[in-house]
């Protein structure tokens, strides 16, 4: 998988080929953790979701893929802007905003589970990246490319524990910064 990212990276369309049915599973398991996570009645579908980071990887240049992990990590940052900008699409008020038509059986139900707001989870992220960035890539790779301790590692080229700490601060100081925003969809 290496030389076929390698040469890919080079320009061989033909390594492309080679390498789409090798990542698409892993591709297709990394969106379906992430839209499991989405709203009830997410409109973008696990296989929409790959194709836009299909689209989006074979227009980046440059790119000097090293090994499996960082192609992995720049598939958890595209995903990771697909869905952001799909939340803040969504919200223009021209669309609607935040309104959400339910039904009035919908609006009796109470849920345990708030829905997650990307829009303040990014804004949460980048404040985390301008205070640590180690730590806003550990976020990135764990939830948004669903990467398991070790490839996280590996991509950022620290131990599993330097690795567990990071995920285990990270997400404690984005749950308070999450906190000053509001979920969407609540008053």
């Given at each position: 998988?290496?030389?076929?990212?390698?040469?890919?990276?080079?320009?061989?369309?033909?390594?492309?080929?080679?390498?789409?049915?090798?990542?698409?599973?892993?591709?297709?398991?990394?969106?379906?953790?992430?839209?499991?996570r989405?709203?009830?009645?997410?409109?973008?579908?696990?296989?929409?979701?790959?194709?836009?980071v299909?689209?989006?990887?074979?227009?980046?240049?440059?790119?000097?893929?090293?090994?499996?992990?960082?192609f992995?990590?720049?598939?958890?940052?595209?995903?990771?802007?697909?869905?952001?900008?799909?939340?803040?699409?969504?919200?223009?008020?021209?669309?609607?905003?935040?309104?959400?038509?339910?039904?009035?059986?919908?609006?009796?139900?109470?849920?345990?589970?708030?829905?997650?707001?990307?829009?303040?989870?990014?804004?949460?992220?980048?404040?985390?990246?301008?205070?640590?960035?180690?730590?806003?890539?550990?976020?990135?790779?764990?939830?948004?490319?669903?990467?398991?301790?070790?490839?996280?590692?590996?991509?950022?080229?620290?131990?599993?524990?330097?690795?567990?700490?990071?995920?285990?601060?990270?997400?404690?100081?984005?749950?308070?910064?999450?906190?000053?925003?509001?979920?969407?969809?609540?008053?």
């Amino acid at each position: 998988m290496t030389q076929l990212l390698r040469a890919w990276g080079a320009g061989d369309e033909h390594a492309l080929e080679q390498l789409t049915p090798l990542v698409y599973s892993e591709l297709r398991k990394a969106a379906k953790r992430q839209m499991a996570r989405e709203r009830d009645g997410h409109t973008l579908q696990t296989t929409a979701l790959i194709n836009e980071v299909y689209l989006r990887l074979v227009n980046l240049d440059g790119i000097g893929w090293q090994d499996r992990a960082h192609f992995f990590a720049i598939c958890a940052r595209l995903m990771r802007r697909i869905l952001t900008d799909y939340a803040r699409r969504r919200k223009y008020l021209k669309r609607g905003g935040d309104a959400r038509q339910v039904t009035l059986d919908e609006g009796l139900m109470v849920s345990a589970d708030p829905p997650l707001d990307l829009v303040a989870l990014e804004e949460a992220l980048s404040k985390l990246a301008a205070v640590d960035s180690r730590k806003s890539s550990v976020v990135e790779l764990r939830f948004f490319g669903g990467l398991s301790l070790k490839e996280t590692a590996a991509v950022l080229k620290v131990s599993s524990d330097t690795v567990t700490r990071d995920w285990n601060l990270a997400k404690a100081w984005l749950m308070r910064e999450m906190k000053r925003f509001p979920v969407e969809g609540s008053p």
